[in-house]
Every structure is written in structure tokens, then in C-alpha cells.
């Protein structure tokens, strides 16, 4: 009896091993997954974060809570397989790859630099992908169009409305004569609102003096000597910047200047002000997108969309710290 328990524990073992082995999940966009008994489909997720930062980690918090929270009366089961890229482009291609190899059913990329890696380890592949917190979608080469973004791709954009935060720059701190930028020259994100920033100074006939950073551990000196010469810092979404967000912040406040960002989560670090999206909401249309995909739209049909909910957000600690005065209009709120 022993010998007969322990031959049918082995079967079982190798019958278990073999429904997980490596090239048994079809192809992605085929929908053969056979349905479990209460009629759902299992699928999976590959969600790639480009770093941990306030931001990326609200968006992804709020995707995978929409998935869990919807999964059920789509028909489907989701399993959420999350990678980190740690903000190195060789991580995330090699985890992009590994997506593909692994024939998830849609990938799902947080941030350019992200959705630049899947795009490129997903080409030819028919596995759809889902961006989120891609600044300009058609600059970073990953749609034709807003409205018709072609291919094997679609997501959310978190566009900035660079006018209505220098519009509140003026209402906070009216006796600001200049700005210092901050950002990664290797951000395509960042350099597609830089470009409009300086096309509004410039426009508005306001100085300002460039602070390019590489690393984050740059972004303290850069700080230190845009604050010399500037009596304001912008700062746009740009990742490593805002992951050395509480540095420039504690520069900014020791200088008595205020820190402009275009994330609320850069504003939550020290940063002053901002007129931003909210990323809880960016994060719940980005799954509900990956939803639509799930079940059979295809990615390239579907419109990025772009966060036009925008809310003013300060940070009370840092306006004291520095002098300036919240109007009442805005100081309930923070």
C-alpha cells in the first residue's frame, strides 16, 4: 500500500510539473485558454515599472487594484506578473523579452522609457501593450496618433498643462523674474515639456537657465546652481529627477525659492505647486483599457487617452517654509 500511495504522489507530482512547464500558455491574442468551471478565462499581465517612485508606484497601485476589481464580471482571472526595471534600459529589455518568451497575453508599461522597451521586445510578436504615464506618445515613437494609434500598442497619457502651472506660479510667487530647469536630457518624456516650457518663457519674454542631469545623484549640484542664479525650479515628470525629489526640495527650501513640479508626488516630496493629474485616476483608465484588450478589442483601436482632470495641489509645509502665502482658494484642499 506504501509503494502504491508513493507511485500516485509521483504521478500527481509530474502531472503538476507538466501543467507548469515553460510554452504551454498560447500564443498572445489567441483566446484558447480553455475556461475554468465557473466559466472564467485565466490570463496574464506583465507589468513592467521603469523605478519605484511615488508616482510609477500610485499608478501601478491603482492598475492592479482596477484588475482585481473588474476581473470577475469580464470573465476572466488575472495574474499580475509586476518586474521593476530599476531605471536601467538593459533591465528592462531583458524583462520585456522575457514577457514575450513567457507569451503573456498584454504587457503592460508604466512610463516611456517602459513602453519604448516592450515595444521594441514585442515587435512582430501580436502581444498587445497598454502604456501609462507616457508624457507624448507620439514623440517617443510609440503610436502614429492619439486618435488612431495603430499596431499592437495603446495606453494613457499624463500630459501637463504647462500654462495653467506657470499661471499658478504667477498667482503664488508673482515676484518670480526667472526659472531654472531641471531634467534628463535622456528623457523623452522630459524633453518634450521642456520644449514647451521655453516656448512659453520665451514667449513671455521670462529668463531661464538649463540644469541637465544624467543620475539622480547629479540633480543636488544641479540644484544648487540653478537656485544660485534663478529665482524659481521647474521640474517636469521626469523620473530621475523626481527620485531625487527630496533633495532638490530641501535645496529649494534652504534657498527661500520655490520648486514647480509637474507630478503631485514630486509636490508631496517638498516641491511648491503644481496643476497635475491625479495618477489613482490615471492607473484605473489604464486598466480599464487593458480590460478592453483582455477581451478583444484590439490594442491599436483604442484611443490613447489623456487625463484632462487636472487639480491644483500645494504643499502647505513647504509654502511656509518658504515664506509664501496659500490664498484661501487653494488652502483648504491642502
Do not use: W
Request: glycine letters at 8%.
Amino acid at each position: 500500500m506504501k509503494k502504491l500511495i508513493a507511485l500516485f504522489a509521483a504521478i500527481a507530482m509530474i502531472l503538476t510539473l507538466g501543467a507548469c512547464s515553460p510554452g504551454t500558455n498560447p500564443p498572445a491574442g489567441e483566446d484558447n485558454t480553455p475556461p475554468s468551471p465557473d466559466g472564467t478565462r485565466t490570463v496574464t499581465v506583465g507589468l513592467i515599472q521603469l523605478m519605484e517612485h511615488p508616482s510609477l508606484d500610485e499608478i501601478r497601485g491603482a492598475i492592479a487594484a482596477r484588475l482585481e476589481e473588474k476581473a470577475a464580471e469580464n470573465g476572466l482571472a488575472i495574474r499580475v506578473n509586476y518586474q521593476n526595471g530599476q531605471g536601467d534600459p538593459s533591465t528592462i529589455n531583458t524583462i520585456c523579452q522575457q514577457f514575450v518568451a513567457g507569451k503573456v497575453d498584454v504587457i503592460v508599461a508604466i512610463a516611456t522609457p517602459a513602453a519604448q522597451g516592450a515595444a521594441t521586445a514585442a515587435q512582430g510578436s501580436g502581444i498587445p501593450i497598454v502604456f501609462s504615464a507616457v508624457t507624448d506618445p507620439v514623440d517617443a515613437g510609440l503610436v502614429n496618433s492619439l486618435e488612431a494609434p495603430g499596431g499592437q500598442i495603446t495606453g494613457t497619457s499624463d500630459a501637463i498643462p504647462v500654462e495653467k502651472i506657470f499661471a499658478l506660479a504667477r498667482e503664488l510667487t508673482p515676484d518670480v523674474k526667472s526659472y531654472g530647469l531641471i531634467y534628463n536630457t535622456s528623457e523623452d518624456n522630459s524633453l518634450s515639456v521642456i520644449a514647451q516650457v521655453k516656448a512659453y518663457l520665451e514667449e513671455m519674454e521670462i529668463p531661464y537657465t538649463e540644469g541637465a542631469v544624467t543620475t539622480s545623484a547629479e540633480v543636488q549640484t544641479s540644484a544648487q546652481n540653478l537656485l544660485s542664479k534663478c529665482d524659481a525650479v521647474f521640474a517636469p515628470i521626469d523620473n530621475t529627477v523626481a527620485s531625487a525629489m527630496g533633495v532638490l526640495a530641501d535645496e529649494a527650501i534652504r534657498a527661500k525659492k520655490p520648486v514647480y513640479a509637474a507630478a503631485d508626488s514630486m509636490v508631496a516630496d517638498g516641491g511648491l505647486a503644481t496643476v497635475g493629474v491625479n495618477y489613482t485616476n490615471l492607473g484605473t483608465q489604464t486598466a480599464d483599457m487593458v480590460l478592453k484588450v483582455l477581451t478583444g478589442t484590439p490594442a491599436g483601436e483604442i484611443p490613447v487617452e489623456v487625463l484632462r482632470d487636472n487639480a491644483v495641489v500645494i504643499n502647505a509645509e513647504t509654502a511656509a517654509a518658504i515664506g509664501v502665502e496659500i490664498p484661501a482658494a487653494y488652502s483648504a484642499a491642502n
